[in-house]
């Protein structure tokens, strides 16, 4: 048996239509809200995946600030050792 709003139904019936075109319009439109209530559930799911997308986008930023730091001490480092060695040789 389709699945089908009674209230819709029952309207239709009081504001005057036949039964079959009422059972008709109340059938497609609880098709209408079937699918409806399938896409609200997988934007419920995308938005989900969008908020996990964004926790990692935010750890990789974070180790990009930690290897940037790294990269400027080792950079001073050498830069030292570099300075060191031209000021021993000279």
């Keep these: 048996m389709p699945v089908m709003l009674s209230s819709l139904y029952y309207a239709l019936l009081d504001a005057g239509a036949s039964e079959e075109k009422a059972r008709q319009a109340a059938e497609e439109a609880a098709q209408y809200e079937t699918r409806l ?5 997988k934007l419920d799911r995308l938005g989900s995946r969008g ?30 050792i570099a300075l060191g060695i031209l000021w021993r040789v000279w």
């Design 37 to 41: 209530v399938a896409i609200d559930s």
């Design 51 to 80: 908020e996990i997308l964004d926790a990692k986008v935010t750890t990789l930023e974070t180790l990009m600030n930690h290897t940037r730091v790294e990269m400027r001490t080792l950079c001073g480092i050498i830069v030292g």
